[in-house]
């Protein structure tokens, strides 16, 4: 399948990035590469873009978009959390820049095979990472229902979580849960007709809270600002790109504890922990798409860019 990819915030992250023509700049989430096309066409030949990604199909066209840069383009498959470990492998103590653009890649979802979307029928499997173990179906056919009702309400924020997994559990229980439209009536059969009138479609909050669990999105993201801004240059910055209010809290949180990383208690006039800021936020609030992008990619209707830059 051929990818068609439309970064989001594409103009908005790069210009963030304050790219330097000679410099390294790491996207720790490569996908299409659609943004990675626009670094390399402000990088120098003396300028690096390192690019990470969990999918193989996706490095697989990245590395034919990538083909003609004149930057040095060195593409790794593996998770962004690593990249400190990568960089050790490449004799690289510090960088430019990293940008990360979260969630599932249009591509992904566009494949009706990779069981993304909850529009057309296709095995559940949600892996990023196709040479992972854990699927989709696994989740939903082997979890307990408390642990269920757990995921889909944190990672989902479904108010009817409880009910969608007695649903689940008691139909798998009859028949294996094999497929995303079977996953997908179950959940309309959970949710009161009242409450499915308005809104986003009824399974897509279910579905995120399956994917992020698989893919463990959430689990790594706080150690991966942390190991990110640690890889930093002063001056480089970290653009970050979320999709949903769970992803955007961790960064937003993250960003905060690592520019006033102080641990004294607030009641001391003085701070005692002698623990320096390691960055300051440049986007005081998030950065969102304009209504011209919405229009024309409904998808970056949730997108959210965070921005910070090493001290």
């Not at 402000?42 to 690019?51: C, D, E, Q, Y």
């Amino acid at each position: 399948m051929e990818i068609t990819h439309t970064p989001v915030l594409l103009e908005e992250s790069i210009d963030y990035l304050n790219i330097r023509p000679d410099g390294i700049y790491i996207d720790g989430t490569l996908g299409g590469a659609g943004h990675s096309v626009e670094i390399c066409q402000r990088l120098s030949p003396k300028g690096m873009l390192i690019g990470i990604d969990r999918d193989e199909h996706a490095i697989t066209i990245a590395k034919k978009r990538l083909k003609d840069a004149k930057a040095n383009v060195n593409i790794h498959r593996g998770n962004y959390v690593d990249i400190p470990q990568i960089l050790k492998g490449m004799n690289i103590d510090r960088v430019d820049g990293i940008l990360l653009d979260l969630g599932v890649s249009s591509f992904q979802l566009d494949d009706s095979q990779r069981g993304f979307s909850y529009h057309e029928n296709a095995p559940l499997d949600m892996r990023m990472d196709t040479g992972q173990k854990l699927t989709a179906q696994d989740v939903v056919n082997t979890y307990s229902q408390r642990d269920l009702t757990r995921i889909i309400r944190e990672y989902g924020e479904e108010r009817w979580a409880s009910r969608i997994s007695e649903f689940i559990v008691k139909n798998r229980k009859i028949r294996p849960i094999t497929h995303t439209l079977q996953l997908v009536e179950i959940i309309k059969q959970a949710i009161p007709v009242s409450a499915r009138r308005g809104g986003p479609h009824p399974a897509r909050r279910t579905f995120q809270a399956i994917r992020i669990e698989v893919n463990k999105e959430l689990e790594l993201l706080r150690q991966a600002v942390d190991n990110a801004i640690k890889v930093l240059k002063p001056k480089g910055r970290l653009c970050i790109i979320t999709f949903h209010s769970l992803e955007d809290r961790i960064v937003k949180n993250a960003y905060k504890d690592n520019q006033h990383p102080c641990k004294c208690p607030p009641q001391w006039p003085v701070c005692m922990c002698s623990e320096k800021p390691l960055i300051k936020i440049i986007t005081k609030k998030p950065i969102l798409p304009k209504s011209e992008e919405i229009k024309h990619n409904p998808r970056s209707r949730s997108a959210k860019l965070r921005v910070c830059e090493k001290i």
